[in-house]
């Protein structure tokens, strides 16, 4: 099997919908001018949906080996030295992305995020026992940068460096991140 056509317990992985936001440096976080937030809403089928192996199972597949499985912090962050893959497998939350100006999206059960280095992100509020399994590309390790005075120029020069993942992890080789980010770099 292709890793294009791969996806977890043989089911067609499509997501519902995809949208991108370029969110711009706000002076405290640098965000990333350059690669869009990607949003996924519906990224695993619902029978899958509540699973965090499937999401494993199919960021593995994409070279984004999974890190954990946990919520978002209640607080501004972000990491200069990684792209981070997000997929939700119980609950729902109110993700702010891009510092305390930025949009908010509504995380549900099924949907994943890929969050490009140096954008900032927060969970405003979740359902109790919201959950995530979190990822990054491989080769990939990340840092914790909070916006305090002290972290940029070098945080800057770090993101600048991140390399661009070999696949989406939830489309593959093609589409997703790579048709949008390609697009911007």
Known sequence: MSQDSFSPFGLDVQPRRIVAHLLEDDGVYPNNTKLALMVYAGALPVALSHNPEAFEDLFCSRAWPPAWRY???????????????????????????????????EVNVGDAV?????????????????????????????????????????????????????????????????????SWH
């Open 71 to 105: 919520t978002v912090y209640d607080l501004h962050h972000y990491h200069s030295t990684a792209h981070e893959a997000l997929g939700c497998f119980q609950g729902q939350a109110s993700i702010q992305f891009g510092g305390p100006n930025g949009p908010v999206v």
């Open 114 to 182: 890929v969050i490009p280095a140096g954008v900032a992100h927060k969970n405003l509020g979740d359902s109790g026992g919201f959950s995530m399994v979190g990822a990054y590309p491989e080769g990939q390790v990340p840092d914790m940068c909070y916006g305090k005075s002290g972290e940029r120029p070098e945080a800057d020069r770090n993101i600048e460096m991140v390399s661009m993942p070999q696949m989406d992890p939830v489309t593959g080789p093609s589409g997703g991140l790579l048709k949008e980010w390609i």
